[in-house]
């Protein structure tokens, strides 16, 4: 059976299948806001498990308060389950360093949890701006293995890094493992497709030129 594509609920995007593997940059909390509260919207109300995995950047509060002025009822989908909004260094440093299979592994396992109580699959998003760079290349193996998982599962994820704690070579390699790339662009989110991914490779050496003049 052909499964229906998933609302994104984004005006960039509107549809996509299960199994797509985002990024997005950003520069400010209101970036976050811009694409995560619509995403996290859809997902809420076409019966998906939720999981916002917060940063120092935007706490788990501010990142509720911000989600409940667009969603209403949403105290009623947090007491039945259906969203967790929490601090996310915490749940990639449990063992105070970054563990990348345990990490997928957990998501996997959060995924099958949220099938078997009812619901359609698992959205996620969590932000990076905890990562120290002594994790960075442990992390960008994560991002590859994702990119390489994710495609078997119902689940989709959007990976958010802050512009403050990318380099350029930074950019291009986070863009090269995500499926698109979310940026603005003279005051408008634009996608970077990378799926094919020499000519995304080429928009994205580009993107980086005009970030560092």
Same mark, same amino acid.
């Given at each position: ?28 909390? &209101? ?5 995560? @509260? ?15 995995? !917060? ?6 509060? =501010? ?7 667009? @969603? ?7 007491? $039945?389950?259906?969203? %967790? ?13 970054? &563990?990348?299979?345990?990490? /997928? ?16 699959? /698992? ?11 002594? +994790?960075?290349?442990?992390?960008? +193996?994560?991002?590859?293995?994702? &990119?390489?998982?994710?495609? $078997? ?6 990976? !958010?890094?802050?512009? %403050?704690?990318?380099?350029? !070579?930074?950019?291009?390699? @986070?863009? *090269?493992? =995500? ?8 005051? %408008?989110? !634009? ?6 991914? $020499? ?7 580009? /993107?980086? *030129?005009?970030?560092?003049?």
């Amino acid at each position: 059976m052909v499964e229906q594509p998933r609302k994104l609920g984004l005006d960039i995007i509107s549809e996509v299948p299960w199994g797509k593997h985002f990024c997005q940059f950003y520069s400010s909390r &209101d970036d976050l806001a811009d694409i995560l @509260v619509p995403y996290f919207k859809a997902g809420l109300e076409n019966n998906e498990y939720c999981i916002w995995a !917060t940063s120092d950047f935007l706490p788990a509060d =501010h990142a509720k308060a911000l989600l409940a002025k667009a @969603v209403t009822g949403l105290e009623d989908y947090i007491k $039945r389950g259906q969203i %967790e909004i929490l601090d996310g260094g915490q749940r990639y440093t449990k063992s105070g360093t970054f &563990d990348a299979p345990n990490v /997928l592994q957990g998501w996997v396992e959060r995924e099958e949890q949220a099938i078997r109580n009812g619901f359609d699959g /698992l959205r996620l998003t969590g932000d990076t701006f905890w990562l120290e760079k002594q +994790d960075w290349s442990a992390f960008s +193996d994560y991002e590859k293995e994702i &990119d390489r998982v994710i495609g $078997r599962h119902r689940m989709l994820a959007i990976c !958010t890094y802050s512009l %403050e704690r990318c380099s350029g !070579t930074d950019i291009v390699d @986070v863009a *090269h493992n =995500h499926q698109s790339a979310f940026i603005k662009r003279d005051g %408008e989110w !634009t996608v970077l497709e990378s799926a094919g991914r $020499r000519r995304a490779e080429e928009e994205q050496e580009s /993107l980086v *030129h005009e970030l560092e003049l």
